[in-house]
Structures are given as structure tokens and as C-alpha cells.
């Protein structure tokens, strides 16, 4: 590597090693870390790992060498239950605590299961006190499946929408979306697996692209310029191969990543970060055939964060991990639905909202009268338009559109992926 | 002279706006002029979205029709379907007053505007009020005029709608200077052109599948005893195979119509179909995919059973769902109901005979298709009005009721 930027960068790494902490929240949070491996050669000992949980007895279980026990004083150490209010409570008694864990770092990666008691109200108390920070802060968030019920699914809607604005980028994983991966007769464990996988394969590409010396590397200002404003629609996906035709393999694979394809993303993303890692036998024009492709396929409108990560050990295989942030600008207002009907558009600058409504580059949408019955534009309604938005990820052609509810379960999210039916679609 | 009239019978669906014109001469034959079907924008699940949209897509349909039949339609009949649509079964009850219990005129009116009395939510109001078999001292009765008894009962499936919806729809006729004169919804309209008397008094249900909902009426003994609309359809079915099989809404379409089949056998695992069956697509675009048949059939499956399920639950707990009082079985319709193996699937999840209805016999062929059978309906409650004592359409009155509800211009 006699690129004179990298030995530049390794300079600035060598005065001032980088600082970077992942901290798993509540039970599934920690879980997730449990099982990541985190890639040796990126580095380790700068990045620090750590769990908080309200459950002692779980956390004493895990491996993970940093814990915080959060909210003894209220659950006795045995964890909130599935309540809310409890997880809540338990966060806000140690935040001090939870601001000893967070310190002062360079980049701080949260990992939490939504729908529960501790990850849904704790997540969004560390993410706070992150926020106080200097931290580049990102958050993966898996979601509850549909049979878990309406209640989980509000939980996590509710955690995933405070959790929005307080982090650079989000990266919500349905579960139901993650039980379509693997194979067919694979259980809901597996949802659980491929989760892990995927965080997994989030965070090791941000490490290795930002610690290893690489292909081509990139530092912190890099990933910032990416995730440059707090909230808004973040995209992750990842594509994975290996054997004969790797490169068009892990590109097929990218580009059929299911969290591509929860309805109506946004085609076209602002900023993206690619890293690829791969073995001694990824020469610069297979590097330059995933950047076409992958550009291409985002229409990118401004430059690509590129990171190429060589690994001795991962000859002929390639995984791609994509991440960016839709546009945040707004537009000009379509034709109302109807004309004379007394609508309402949601306050954007006050709630924080510009990212919400321009993740899918359409303008902000009136609100439907038959939400505004109890009175003018309440802070309620707003909230809970803001809501939907989340649910709406896996309703696909349906996402602007009323929900349509029926025993609790919304009918235009598709019949297989509320009822967990596995469809595998490689031949 | 004769005297005639024409009737423009428009159908705002989801995925198609159909437009016929029937002649009516002296009130007795009708004769079907003009008809245009064209795809209709701005309409999700059987609701007008976007004003304007629609309107630009029902005007172009209307006037299409109109070019068609070199005439000019004189008064509307128009569908309506939504799931702010919405029913319930209210008796009204009368003690019979003359001094000889003989049931007088004023007694049965009674009795009816005692089950119509029911006060709806401000925001809503009726479509319908369905008459169904009276009952003198607890015995069913067709017609209790003149007959001894003491108490006099009278069933209604009344049908409501959300204003508004029902508004959204009228502005679009109105945008175009016309007046509607009815307004009927599309489970009863398609309901009352195809099934036969004979099928109506054994019992049959009427599923007419569209592109955005699903609307279906009950009848027993010769009456309507329910309608109802489950908000999903053909869109749902594309929709879940685009997010299931990662390909766009088009192509997703494509494979519905080509490959889909209502429910999964084994057979379809060892089957493989291609997307584009173009092999000279780029190797690096999602083009020339290869897909297995059980991943198609298996998300169409969940989604169309899921449906019939809905409507059997729906049945059940109306204290509907007896086979026996449902003799004809299942009459399918609606342009969903074109999906290979649809019967099949009613078979498994109701236990029902089915059969996919061929449209109305004693219409030229090309109106037979599926998607004209909604707009046939409304022709057929243009010509025969309320004299039709089964089906029961609103009175002129209750018309003016709702003209009046939602003239706001």
C-alpha cells in the first residue's frame, strides 16, 4: 500500500487511535453482541464492547466484557417484564451510569430489540446521553414479528420513532422481513441468526473500513459526511458470495437483500458508503464493477464512500455492505385528495419531521380527516401520523394509504410475512 | 312516442373504471349502447385518492363510452365500495292495531320505520336499507298484509357509508356535469345480474374480487341478508409477490397473470419459471431471474385464503355460515377471480361449491367478462327500480337524502 493518503491515515491513527464502542441494549440487544465475531484484523482492542440490560442474572451469562446492570433499584435485577414503563424508569435512575458506559467516543454503535421492556425504553435514554456527545452515533433495531402481536409492534414503533431522532442513522431490521432469509425449513430461530449476521456484517465493515489498512480506507470524516444530520432514512443492505463468479454472485445477492424491498424505498439516496471485503485475489477491476453496479442501481447524486477491505484469509469470496441516507429536502406539495376538506400538514421544522416525510421523495402528505375528528392538529395526531411511518416500511405499494386493520393485524402488509410462511426464492 | 332516457352506469375501481350506456325505452327494455373500460388512476382499494387523478381517468372512460354510443348520458348509477363500508341487520317491531289484529298498510310501515330508525355517527350515513322476510306473532311472512297476528316484526341489512368517501365519488361524476341518481354498492350490483331467482331463494354467495377490495353479498330465501367488503385484492396479491419475490410491481403483475395459481401444491417445488425468459438480459440486472413456482403459488395462497377466511369469519359471526342454507354455493366474479385455481381455494377455506360466474347470459359476449358485471348491475336497478322486491334498492326519497347530504358545491 504506497498510497500516500493511507500512510497519511495511519499517521492520524498511529497519534490518535480512533475510539469506537458497541453497546448491545436490553436482552436481544445483548444477545445479538453475544454472538458477534468481531473481525480480528480490524483492530481490536479499539473497539470496546459493552451491554446494558436490566436483567443481572443475563447479563452475568454474557461474555461481553463491559456491563451495566441498569434499574436494580426498581426490577431488583430481574429484568422489566416486557414493561415499558419499568425499562423507562430503570434508565432514568442509572443514566449517570449509562454516561459513564457511553464516555467520550469517536463512533458508538447501539444494537437493540425492539417490542420488549428494557431494549424499547432504554435504548432511546443511551441514545440520548450519546447524543450529548461528540459521538458519531448508529443504531441497529430489529423489530417484532406480527405474530408477537399488536402490542409488541406498537412498543417498537413507538421506541423506533424517539430512537430516530436521536441517532446519525437507524437501521431497522423487521424480523419478519429476516425469517424470508436462510433456508426454507430454517425456524424463527433463524430470523434471530440472520439479525446477527447482518449486524454483524454492519459493524465489521464499518470497523475494518475505518481501523484496517485496506484497499482503499477511509477514516470517521468519511462515515460522517455520510450520516451528516441526525434522523431520516437510513438504508443497509448486504450481499454475500463466494466460489465461481463471486463478484456477480455477491452483487445478486445485494440487490435481492430483503431490506431492499420493504415497498417503496427510496430509489435514490444522497450519500452511500460501500465496503467491500474480500480476499488478496480482489483486484481493482472486479473493486470497480461493484462501485458501477452499485451506483447505478442507488443513482447516487453525490459521491460514493468507498471502502475496500483485503482479508488473506476470504479468497474467492465477496461481501458487499451498502449503507446511506436518503435525501432530506422537500418538495412542492401535490393536489390535495380533497380540495375544499379541511387538512392539516404537520409543523416539520418543530417536530423534527423533514427527514420522515422526504425518506420516499414524495412532498408531505395532508393529514386524512378522519384522523383529525378529536380537534385541530393536536400534538397527538401528529405523533401518531408520525408513527405510521415505520409500519408503513413493509406495506409496499399500499405505504400512503389508510391502514387497514383487521383483529390487529394490517392487511396490506403481505399474508406470508404476518403468518411467517418462508418463501424461498433461489432456485 | 316513445320515451327514453340514457343511463350511464360507472364503476370507480380500483384497477379499472368501466362505463355503460343503457338505453331505456319507456321504462321496460333497455338496450346497452356504449361501454368503455380503461385503467383508473388515483383509487386505492375501492377509495378515490386523489381527486383530480381520478377524475381526469372516470371523465376520458365516460366519454369514451359516450363517443362509443354517439349519445349523451342523461343520469348516473354508480358504484361504491370501500371498507368504510358498513352493515348491520336491525328488526323493527309493531303491535298490530286494529281492533281485529288484521296487519293494515299502516302497520307494516310501522314496522319498517321502526327497524330504519337507527341513528348513525354524524360522519356517516345510509346507502341502503334492504328489506328482509317479515315476521306475524314469529312466523317468517313474504307479505303480511291483511293476514291475523299480533306482533309484527320486520328484518333490514341497512348499508352505511363514510360521507366523506361517498362525497370524494360523487365530485368525480359531478366534475363533469352530471347528476347521479343512484348510488348502489358493487356486491349487490353484481350480486343482482348474476345469479338466477331460483339461486338466490336456495342460498348463494356473490364474491366479486377487484384490484383493491373484495366485496361480497349473502342470499338466503331470496333476500340479501349481508354485504360486505374486505379491503383487499388483486394489488394485494401483485404487491405481496413484489415484496416476497424482490421485483417490481410490473413484474410481479406479469407472474401473477402468467404463473399464479390460488393455492400451493407439492408438484410446484421441483418448478422452476423465468421472470423475462429473455436470456439475452445483462447477467448484472434482476432481469433474468429464474424463480420457483412454490415461492409464486405459496404468497398468492396465504393472500387469497386469507381472504375467504376473512369473509368466513366475517359469516360466522353473523350466524350465517350454514352450508346448507348456502345451496348454490360460491358465484365468483370480479376481475381477480380470473386467478388459475380460485375455486379450488373457496372449496378449501369455506367448504363451498364455486364456480367462476360466465357473466350474465342475455348480454352481448364481450360484456360477459368479469369486470362488467358490477356496471351490468347498476343497469339492471336502472330499469327495474324498487318494483324488484327481492333486491330492494333505496327509494327516490332516500336519493334525494343523500343529494342533499352532500351537495356542498
Not at chain 1, 62 to 74: F, M, N, Y
Not at chain 2, 95 to 101: E, I, Y
Not at chain 2, 283 to 311: H, N, Q, W
Amino acid at each position: 500500500m504506497n498510497n500516500p493518503n493511507d500512510s497519511l491515515a495511519l499517521e492520524h491513527n498511529a497519534t490518535e487511535p480512533l475510539k469506537i464502542k458497541i453497546i448491545g441494549v436490553g436482552g436481544a440487544g445483548t444477545n445479538a453482541l453475544n454472538n458477534l465475531e468481531l473481525n480480528p484484523l480490524c483492530g481490536v482492542g479499539q473497539v470496546q464492547v459493552a451491554a446494558i440490560n436490566t436483567d443481572a442474572k443475563a447479563l452475568s451469562e454474557s461474555r461481553i466484557p463491559e456491563k451495566l446492570v441498569i434499574g436494580r433499584s426498581v426490577t431488583r435485577g430481574l429484568g422489566a417484564g416486557g414493561e415499558l414503563e419499568i425499562g423507562k424508569k430503570a434508565a432514568e435512575d442509572d443514566r449517570e451510569a449509562i454516561a459513564g458506559l457511553v464516555g467520550e467516543m469517536d463512533l458508538i454503535i447501539l444494537v437493540v430489540g425492539l417490542g420488549g421492556g428494557t431494549g424499547s425504553a432504554a435504548a432511546s435514554v443511551v441514545a440520548e446521553v450519546a447524543a450529548r456527545t461528540e459521538a458519531l452515533v448508529l443504531a441497529f433495531a430489529t423489530l417484532p414479528f406480527s405474530f408477537e402481536g399488536k402490542r409488541r409492534k406498537d412498543i417498537a414503533e413507538a421506541g423506533i420513532g424517539e430512537l430516530r431522532q436521536l441517532v446519525h442513522g437507524l437501521i431497522p431490521l423487521p424480523n419478519d422481513v429476516l425469517l424470508q432469509e436462510g433456508e426454507e425449513d430454517s425456524t424463527v430461530l433463524n430470523a434471530f441468526a440472520v439479525a446477527d449476521r447482518w449486524i454483524g456484517c454492519g459493524i465489521n465493515s464499518i470497523c475494518a473500513m475505518l481501523l484496517k489498512t485496506g484497499l482503499i480506507n477511509q477514516d470517521i470524516s468519511s462515515l460522517r459526511s455520510v450520516f451528516q444530520d441526525r434522523g431520516g432514512r437510513t438504508i443497509f443492505a448486504t450481499g454475500f458470495a463466494s466460489g465461481e463468479d463471486y463478484v456477480s454472485a455477491a452483487l445478486d445477492e445485494l440487490l435481492i437483500c430483503p431490506l431492499l424491498h420493504m415497498g417503496d424505498r427510496p430509489a435514490q439516496l444522497d450519500r452511500i458508503l460501500v465496503n467491500i471485503t474480500g480476499g488478496t485475489d480482489l483486484g481493482i477491476a472486479k473493486v470497480n464493477q461493484v462501485i458501477s453496479l452499485v451506483s447505478q442501481r442507488f443513482n447516487s447524486r453525490e459521491d460514493i464512500v468507498f471502502g475496500a477491505v483485503i482479508d488473506e484469509s476470504r479468497s474467492g469470496m465477496l461481501e458487499i455492505c451498502v449503507m446511506g441516507k436518503a435525501g432530506i429536502e422537500a418538495r412542492q406539495p401535490i393536489r390535495p385528495a380533497v380540495p375544499t376538506a379541511k387538512t392539516s400538514v404537520a409543523p416539520l421544522g418543530k417536530l423534527g419531521l423533514e427527514a420522515e416525510i422526504a425518506q420516499d421523495d414524495r412532498p408531505p402528505q395532508p393529514v386524512h380527516r378522519s384522523k383529525l375528528r378529536h380537534g385541530d392538529a393536536s400534538p397527538e395526531v401528529e405523533q401518531e401520523e408520525f408513527l405510521f411511518v415505520e409500519a408503513n416500511a413493509q406495506r409496499g405499494y399500499f405505504e400512503k394509504t389508510d391502514s387497514n386493520f383487521y383483529n390487529g393485524e394490517d392487511l396490506d402488509v403481505p399474508t406470508f410475512m404476518r403468518r411467517g410462511i418462508k418463501i424461498k426464492i433461489k432456485t | 312516442m316513445s320515451e327514453s332516457r340514457v343511463v350511464g352506469a360507472v364503476e370507480i375501481g380500483t384497477s379499472k373504471v368501466v362505463v355503460l350506456l343503457g338505453e331505456i325505452i319507456d321504462g321496460e327494455g333497455l338496450n346497452i349502447i356504449g361501454h368503455s373500460m380503461s385503467s383508473s388512476y388515483g383509487v386505492k382499494k375501492g377509495v378515490v385518492d386523489d381527486l383530480g387523478v381520478a377524475s381526469d381517468s372516470v371523465h376520458a372512460a365516460i366519454m369514451e363510452a359516450e363517443k362509443n354510443a354517439q349519445s349523451r348520458i342523461d343520469e348516473v348509477y354508480l358504484a361504491q365500495t370501500g371498507s368504510h363500508l358498513s352493515g348491520s341487520f336491525n328488526v323493527g317491531t309493531t303491535s298490530v292495531s286494529g281492533p281485529d289484529n288484521i296487519v293494515s298498510e299502516t302497520d307494516i310501515f310501522q314496522a319498517k320505520e321502526d327497524a330504519k330508525r337507527r341513528q348513525l355517527p354524524a360522519d356517516r350515513a345510509y346507502l341502503h336499507h334492504i328489506q328482509n322476510p317479515f315476521s306475524l306473532d314469529g312466523r317468517k311472512i313474504d307479505n303480511p298484509l291483511s293476514r291475523e297476528g299480533r306482533q309484527l316484526q320486520v328484518g333490514y341489512w341497512s348499508v352505511h357509508a363514510e360521507s366523506s368517501k361517498v362525497s370524494d365519488s360523487l365530485r368525480v361524476i359531478r366534475g363533469i356535469d352530471l347528476e347521479v341518481t343512484d348510488i348502489i354498492i358493487s356486491s349487490i350490483a353484481s350480486g343482482a345480474v348474476l345469479l338466477e331467482d331460483s339461486e338466490k331463494e336456495s342460498g348463494a354467495l356473490v364474491v366479486d374480487i377487484g384490484g383493491g377490495t373484495t366485496d361480497y353479498v349473502l342470499y338466503r330465501g331470496g333476500y340479501i341478508v349481508k354485504t360486505g367488503v374486505v379491503p383487499v385484492g388483486g394489488d394485494h396479491i401483485t404487491n405481496d409477490l413484489s415484496i416476497g419475490l424482490r421485483i417490481s410491481p410490473g413484474k410481479a403483475e406479469k407472474f401473477k397473470r402468467i404463473h399464479g395459481r390460488a393455492y400451493y401444491e407439492s408438484g410446484d417445488r421441483e418448478k422452476n419459471v423465468w421472470l423475462t425468459g429473455d436470456p439475452s438480459t445483462s447477467d448484472l440486472t434482476i432481469g433474468d431471474r429464474e424463480y420457483p413456482l412454490a415461492a409464486i403459488t405459496k404468497i398468492i395462497e396465504a393472500r387469497v385464503s386469507e381472504i375467504f377466511e376473512i369473509i368466513k369469519k366475517e359469516l360466522e359471526d353473523a350466524e350465517l355460515y350454514q352450508p346448507d342454507d348456502i345451496a348454490c354455493g360460491v358465484v365468483l366474479t370480479g376481475g381477480s377471480s380470473q386467478l388459475n385455481g380460485i375455486e379450488e381455494s373457496v372449496r378449501r377455506v369455506l367448504g363451498l361449491e364455486a364456480r367462476v360466474s360466465d357473466g350474465p347470459r342475455d348480454v352481448a359476449p364481450e360484456l360477459r367478462h368479469p369486470a362488467y358485471s358490477t356496471a351490468l348491475g347498476l343497469l339492471h336497478y336502472a330499469l327495474t327500480g324498487q318494483e324488484d322486491r327481492e333486491t330492494n334498492p333505496p327509494p327516490n326519497r332516500f336519493l334525494r337524502k343523500i343529494a342533499r347530504l352532500f351537495n356542498f358545491d
